[in-house]
């Protein structure tokens, strides 16, 4: 399962790093899931599985949809692509699960699908904005002691280490001996949401969302700051 860009670290696969791994996987019989819903949302040179790796095509299966690029999180609109044989034992699963796409999100999706110049300055625009909000939101972080967070490539997390927070006392005195207790104690004490790390097998972590205003994220990072120094 490979998942470029990620949730939740932010982290793209260069295309050299994909040759690689197709190189390993090259002798096995690994079908590969390629997760590629943040493809749009890229602040590096964002490298496709079967653009580095065409003879993939018979056993990888690419799953996307329009929540991320085309903002349309909700509509629940998403596709996978893959093998015939693959998709046609899917159908016989999903058909038992859910019957297809609400009318409503399939027209919309039909005008995020829909190649147009302005559509693609959108997108681009937004992406823009992404990446303002990523720095803007390292910076904070960066101010932090305690606080370690690498720079991600893509989406719109961030997932810092804060295990240098654990296990001392916190603003009011708390001592929080994980991130599953550090994720409570902001929501009680500073009022901001952030998903453990522990969420992702990931302890000493927290996932953290820039997708909102500019505002807002100098807010709540003053509110981090604040709770846990």
Same mark, same amino acid.
Request: no cysteine.
């Given at each position: 399962m490979l998942n470029s860009p990620s949730n939740p670290t932010g982290a793209v696969y260069s295309a050299e790093e994909m040759a690689a791994l197709i190189e390993v996987l090259r002798a096995s019989e690994a079908i590969v899931f390629t997760d590629e819903i943040y493809d749009a949302i890229? *602040?590096?040179p964002y490298a496709r599985l079967l653009r580095v790796a065409p003879d993939f095509a018979d056993r990888t299966l690419v799953f996307n949809g329009a929540a991320k690029a085309y903002a349309m999180t909700g509509w629940r609109f998403g596709y996978v692509a893959g093998p015939q044989p693959i998709i046609e034992a899917i159908k016989s699963i999903q058909s038992h699960s859910s019957t297809h796409t609400s009318s409503i999100a399939q027209y919309a999706a039909l005008a995020a699908y829909t190649p147009s110049p302005e559509l693609?300055? #959108?997108v681009q625009s937004m992406v823009a904005a992404f990446a303002k909000r990523r720095d803007l939101i390292l910076e904070f972080l960066a101010e932090i002691p305690g606080v370690e967070c690498s720079v991600p490539d893509g989406a719109f997390y961030v997932f810092p280490n804060v295990s240098g927070l654990l296990n001392r006392p916190l603003r009011n005195g708390t001592v929080c001996a994980n991130t599953d207790e550090l994720t409570m *104690?902001?929501?009680?004490q500073a009022h901001i949401a952030v998903i453990s790390g522990? $969420?992702?097998? #990931?302890?000493g972590y927290l996932r953290i969302s820039y997708a #909102? $205003?500019?505002p807002e994220i100098v807010e709540g990072m003053q509110r981090f700051a604040a709770a846990v120094r």
């Open positions: 890229t *602040y590096v693609d300055a #959108t *104690y902001l929501l009680e522990e $969420s992702f097998g #990931t302890p #909102t $205003s500019e």
